[in-house]
């Protein structure tokens, strides 16, 4: 079973915010037991709201589900001293801190490789560990603008636009579990860990592909298209007479069997619509034709007619949509985390095997050092020393 893959794995997490939150819940979610290290105050995710549930930003328990939680000051010596005793139980570390940063507590990959050569040690940063950007700091929404994405957002002629769901972030963070998983064969093999430079700007790079690619082979810089695709018409949504529908019929076949549905054969034998390139090139005429006859009926009269004729469509869907969609449900890729005196809260689930992988339930993201006691007790402290470390504000106990 995929939830337990990774069961008597052991991350280590300094991250915080997105990518790297992301990169550790799906380990964890494989059956990794993860410890998230935060400092005193608690990660920034904690702050980045609305939406809140209780103290912290419902978005901190949508990258959090599964871990247990130890507030650390690694500024301090003490602090310190705990951060290598759990690295010195530890399979993986995974941190998000501007590089550099982790050196300079005595925690990054070159001080630690000697003493634990099977550590798999994953740096996640904005412009990856090596090159005159390294130490630049950046988060989702600048990478979308550096990257280039933003400029493929939005409609022509309007202001940049970025993806509202940070992509970018969560894209690094599946780059970065992959890489993990990589070593950790590699590992089984040699005996030996190893690095992995997860960067925004190389995935954010990567979820273009066919974008960049496009322009390296014609030289054009593509530019805003609204719902519409570069490479392929019609492709795009088109409004209803009470809402949008998303229209995929570019192929030969489907080309032809829409302007029969629509009730105008007539567009097929236009010279200007007769091959898909042809389509992209005169997409303006093309959308404009075909929004007239999508505005005379519903969405659901129009969706009815162009499935049963095998077009590829839906309803352009808010996120108010999503609870009742049949196909969401039957996946359970809608879970309820159980925060207790909270209530729960609804956040998607493992996207992998999903019927079965959600159909166990996940426990919730940890308070602010909730297990800091429990865990530090499993390193061979004593009360006592649990109870200095906290007047001196070396830990945060809950």
Known sequence: MIREAL?????VDFTQIGAGPTCTMLLGDMGARVI??????????RGLGPAWVGEDAALFHGFNRGKQGVALNI???????VARKLIRTADVVVESMRPGAMARAGLGYEQLQHEFPRLVYCSISAYGQQGPYAGRAGVD?????DSGLMSLIGTPQGEPCKVQAPVVDVMTGYVACLGILASLSQRDRTGRGAQVDASLLNAALALQQSSISSYFADGKVPSPMGSAAPYSAPNQAFQAADGWIMVAAYTPERWAVLCQVLGRPDLAADPRFQTSPLRVQHLAALASTLTDTFRTRTCADWLAVLAQADILCTKVAD??????????????????????QRGSLR???????????????????????????????????????ISRMQ????????
């Open 75 to 81: 500024k301090s010596d003490a602090g310190r001293e």
């Open 36 to 45: 998230k290290v935060e400092p005193l105050d608690g990660e920034i995710g």
């Open 391 to 398: 007047a001196t504000e070396a830990i945060l106990c809950q």
């Open 319 to 340: 996120y108010a949509d999503l609870d009742r969609h049949p196909q969401i449900r039957a996946n359970r890729m809608l879970v309820d985390l159980d925060l207790g």
């Open 347 to 385: 956040v998607p689930g493992f996207p992998l095997n999903s019927g079965q992988a959600n159909d166990r339930p996940y426990s919730p993201a940890p308070g602010l050092g909730e297990h800091t006691r429990d865990i530090l007790a499993e390193l061979g402290y004593s009360e006592q020393d």
């Open 141 to 145: 929404g600048v990478l979308q603008a």
């Open 7 to 11: 069961k008597g794995i052991t991350v």
